[in-house]
């Protein structure tokens, strides 16, 4: 057995047992990083120094015997959790020349864990995006192939640079934020488990905001079980963060082994759309099947207002990312370019620091909020949002989570769905939902596609009710038994 | 007399409202941990927060809330319990999120009403139409360099208290009288501190003229007004330009104008169509702000005395006069020094003391009433002396200014130059003899008619007594003598 094959509770367990050092485990991934990433791109900056300092400390702390199971574990960071001291850019060459002052919070509690730092993971620029094509540092391959087939394929997005560095194995898990499911989408794409915890249960102090009432932190790893044990150190109320919720963490591996029995499972009508890849919806009635089996009760729902969950998604996101990102000037950090006056320094700064993307959901998002477009546009989308947070309220008076797909598709080649950004977008129809109403959900991989590319089922739940949502991914991982690996990975 | 002024159409009428911004009296700023005093290098108190760094939050300063529901309260206002904050979002250099938080929607406090005095004594009252929170600017200034501008972020951020009135103004004496009243108010509230030379208070004027019986026609607002004085000055001259654009046929357009305070004069700044579209939304970073009524309570039960109900208790416990009450409520610190020196004394004769002599002493020295010419204490101790007759109130004033040169205490004073009183009848006796034996021919006079001369010998008796003697014992020993 490589040393790759070990999660990170494997780890954990042979880090306490002494079998191996942090730094013997630090220096395997950093060299990983260093033969695979120039092929991936999973990494916009490596920190393999950083890294080494942090696993020495880390063994340090497991000889002294006050060690948490992340310590010593070698992970990705999102580049869009700020990190004192090293770069951050948001994938964004507006921030090309930024290094923070100051720690995210969760980065930093990471970091009290005695987690160890590998890298700043690549991303859709600003986390806008669903196949990290719109990183201003190139695109991440995922390292999953077609079977036969050697076509780049995308990793999903927006956290694409995180899910192919775990699923590459050059790290052993990863920070992801979601938004509109930037970390269920890319845990699809590339055969791993990843939660978007409730809205508010993660701070997003020092996370660089793209859609504030809308992002949520959360882990991305190669089980349900190393996803509770990062959210674990992830999660907690933070003074920083008013949005932050002020209720205690329970211990999520716990609710790992409660199995699904006597739970109602809810399958809503509305993510039955046409069109829909048959694939997909033989897994979804797999997992279906697999839940009946644990003794869960299946219950037919409906959540009437999820065809409009899009439209709503991609008016209120744009609006609040058109000002979060307002502040990318020129006049205090990052990347200036100089003008003749004032309006001219911000033209040429921002038309020469952001990608198109960008610009198009900044143009979208200062269009719906204008005035004479704000009712039409924002305000219906903010009444409809209600309208789908009670629809998920309504549903959960009769469940305990809801199954659905994660996504419309398996990973897609690199240039597909590239002519018209609405293709993109859709790629975000079963994830937006949940996103909407700020409830956790978890993408957990399921099964093969027939080109032999991994698929993930999405399991929702109540509000601070992740503990459930563990328990039911935890029960599909089981019952799915996904052991295949992608081709490109550190062996 | 309603304030008018004359066209060559006729009679136009003056309408007014003020948008005064009063920054908040806190130890740090509205959003962050930031220090909110004034003053300090420049970028000396800015926070990531305030620079608007990526991935900083707004955390709401619960003191600068409790500041401004005391204001709102202040203003006989209702407290909003659901307030929100929203973005007002445009590009400046010193706006470093691109947004400025406001309150747009749901401000903090509604509508209210204050009650200014006017010269002839007319009280009017002028209504509030709310008070919400906003975070302020950084300061840009382009003369610092030849070819760049320079920013100074310490007051990005500070918390304003912005108070809208109703157009109710009809004057700039009234203008005057408003943002006086504001400023006083806020001040004995302790929850700005009026500065308007630093600006921490500052208005903007929307000024409007009509005919009589007219509705309101197009207003232009002019911007950061930064003195009582200009204020009432931009709305007459601007009051008079747009009388001038309508009676040459013309039409006053809805714009943003500044006051050049140098010229005398307003200029327009931008017009409606280059107005911002200010794209205001739910600030996402920040949950609504929900107050309970305990903690508004509990404020209001600890809310100083206001001005107006001070002047009216002044007039009922001390029975002094309404105006002379409205000199000495004009502050906190003058109000407190009266009522130090009034408490338990003749109410009417301290404010007769204060609003003569010791203005007049404190304004001669330069002092001011926190560092008075003469304490409190003092004083009081030579109304006392007064009171029980040790000394009479003329000698009283040379003691009082013996005190502001020497701050000696008044009995030292006394004690030291022998100046009490004398009420010994004996000895008022033999210095009434004595006088009026060495005026023989002026008894005479006196006897034969001419009655003024009374007075010449009391004031002979008390020159005799160096001014010590006791006035109505003195008066009475005459009259006895005289027969």
């Known amino acids: ?491 | 007399m309603a304030y008018t002024l004359e066209g060559r159409t006729g009679t136009w009428e003056v309408v007014c409202g003020l948008e005064i911004h009063a920054q908040v009296i806190s130890e740090s700023k509205l959003f962050s941990g930031a220090s909110a005093t004034y003053g300090g290098a420049p970028n000396a108190h800015v926070s990531f927060v305030d620079a608007g760094f990526p991935g900083m939050l707004p955390v709401i300063n619960k003191e600068c809330v409790a500041q401004a529901v005391r204001t709102g309260l202040g203003l006989k206002a209702q407290i909003n319990l659901f307030s929100r904050f929203d973005r007002k979002n445009y590009f400046y250099a010193d706006l470093p999120n691109g947004y400025q938080i406001s309150q747009f929607a749901h401000p903090i406090v509604g509508t209210g009403q204050v009650e200014i005095e006017l010269q002839d004594g007319t009280i009017k009252h002028i209504g509030i139409t709310r008070l919400h929170l906003e975070q302020d600017a950084g300061k840009s200034m382009h003369d610092q360099h030849a070819s760049k501008s320079v920013i100074d972020l310490n007051r990005a951020g500070v918390a304003l208290m912005e108070i809208v009135s109703e157009p109710d103004i009809r004057s700039p004496e009234e203008a005057g009288a408003y943002l006086r009243k504001i400023r006083q108010i806020v001040r004995y509230l302790g929850t700005c501190d009026g500065n308007m030379e630093e600006g921490s208070m500052r208005a903007d004027v929307n000024v409007s003229v009509r005919k009589a019986g007219e509705e309101f026609r197009t207003r232009c607002e002019i911007k950061n007004v930064n003195s009582v004085r200009f204020v009432m000055h931009a709305v007459e001259t601007e009051a008079i330009r747009q009388i001038e654009v309508w009676e040459s046929g013309g039409e006053v357009v809805q714009e943003t104008r500044l006051y050049d305070p140098s010229k005398g004069e307003t200029r327009s700044m931008r017009s409606k169509e280059d107005a911002h579209d200010y794209r205001y939304f739910p600030e996402p970073d920040l949950l609504p702000l929900v107050l309970e009524q305990e903690w508004v309570d509990a404020l209001a039960a600890k809310l100083p005395e206001l001005p107006d109900e001070k002047r009216r208790r002044f007039c009922e416990q001390y029975g002094i006069p309404f105006y002379d009450a409205g000199v000495l409520v004009a502050d906190q610190a003058t109000a407190d020094f009266y009522e130090t020196v009034a408490k338990g004394r003749d109410g009417k004769l301290a404010a007769n003391w204060i609003s003569g002599d010791f203005f007049a002493a404190m304004n001669r020295t330069g002092k001011s009433i926190e560092n008075p010419p003469v304490s409190a204490a003092d004083l009081g101790a030579l109304l006392d002396l007064i009171a029980d007759k040790t000394i009479n109130g003329r000698i009283a004033k040379d003691v009082f200014e013996e005190m502001v040169e020497t701050g000696k205490a008044p009995g030292a004073i006394v004690e030291e130059k022998g100046l009490r009183q004398v009420t010994d009848t004996g000895a008022i006796d033999a210095a009434v003899t004595k006088v009026l034996a060495d005026n023989a021919d002026k008894v005479a006079e006196y006897k034969s008619g001419k009655d003024k001369l009374f007075g010449f010998f009391v004031g002979q008796v008390m020159k005799a007594m160096q001014g010590k003697g006791n006035p109505a014992l003195v008066n009475e020993a005459v009259k006895k003598q005289l027969g």
């Open chain 1, 1 to 491: 057995m490589s040393i790759f094959d070990l999660t990170i509770a494997g780890a954990a367990k042979e880090l306490a047992a002494r079998k191996v050092s942090a730094v013997e485990l630090v220096t395997a991934y950093n060299g990983a990083v260093e033969a695979l990433n120039p092929r991936l791109n999973a990494y916009i900056t490596v920190t393999p120094e950083l890294a080494l300092a942090q696993a020495k400390q880390a063994d340090a702390r497991i000889a002294a015997g006050n060690a948490t199971p992340l310590t010593g574990i070698p992970l990705a960071m999102k580049d869009l959790f700020c990190t004192e001291g090293v770069r951050t850019t948001a994938a964004s060459k507006i921030l090309e020349p930024f290094v923070p002052q100051y720690e995210s919070t969760v980065s930093a509690q990471l970091k009290a864990a005695g987690a160890v730092m590998l890298g700043k993971a690549n991303l859709d620029e600003f986390a806008m995006g669903s196949s990290n094509i719109t990183s201003g540092y190139g695109p991440v391959e995922n390292p999953w192939k077609r079977a036969g087939a050697d076509a780049k394929l995308v990793p999903g997005g927006s956290s694409g640079g995180s899910a192919a560095a775990v699923a590459a194995r050059i790290a052993l898990g990863a920070t992801g934020t979601d938004t509109g499911g930037s970390i269920r989408q890319p845990a699809a794409f590339t055969g791993l488990a990843g939660i978007k915890p409730t809205y508010g249960r993660c701070s997003r102090y020092g996370i660089i905001a793209f859609a504030s009432s809308l992002d949520q932190a959360g882990p991305m790893a190669r089980n349900v079980e190393d996803c509770a044990l990062m959210l674990n150190a992830m999660a907690g109320f933070d003074v920083k963060d008013s949005t932050s919720a002020e209720r205690a963490v329970p211990d999520f591996c716990a609710a790992l082994n409660r199995g699904v029995k006597g739970l109602r499972i809810g399958i809503p009508a509305e993510y039955r759309m046409d069109g829909t890849n048959p694939e997909i919806v033989a897994l979804w009635e797999k997992g279906i099947s697999w839940l009946r089996a644990q003794g869960a009760e299946i219950v037919d729902i409906s959540l009437p207002h999820t065809k409009y969950g899009l439209a709503v998604y991609y008016i209120v996101a744009p609006a609040e990312a058109s000002s979060n990102l307002a502040r990318y000037d020129g006049v205090r950090f990052g990347a200036r370019v100089d003008g003749v006056d004032l309006i001219d320094m911000y033209e040429r700064t921002r038309a020469a620091g952001f990608g198109a993307e960008v610009k198009r959901r900044i143009m979208i998002g200062t269009y719906v909020l204008s005035h004479g477009y704000y009712d039409a546009y924002y305000l219906k989308a903010q009444k409809v949002r209600n309208l789908m947070l009670r629809d998920f309220t309504q549903a959960f008076a009769k469940v305990d989570a809801i199954l659905t797909p994660t996504a419309p598709s398996a990973a897609f080649g690199l240039g597909e769905k590239m002519d018209d950004p609405v293709t993109m977008y859709l790629n975000d129809v079963f994830t937006v939902p949940a996103s909407l109403a700020g409830v956790p959900a978890m993408s957990v991989p399921a099964g093969l596609s027939a080109e032999g590319l991994p698929l993930g089922l999405q399991i929702i739940g109540r509000h601070f009710d992740e503990e459930t949502v563990f328990a039911v991914s935890a029960a599909i991982e089981k019952a799915a038994g996904f052991t295949a690996l992608p081709e490109v990975r550190a062996k």
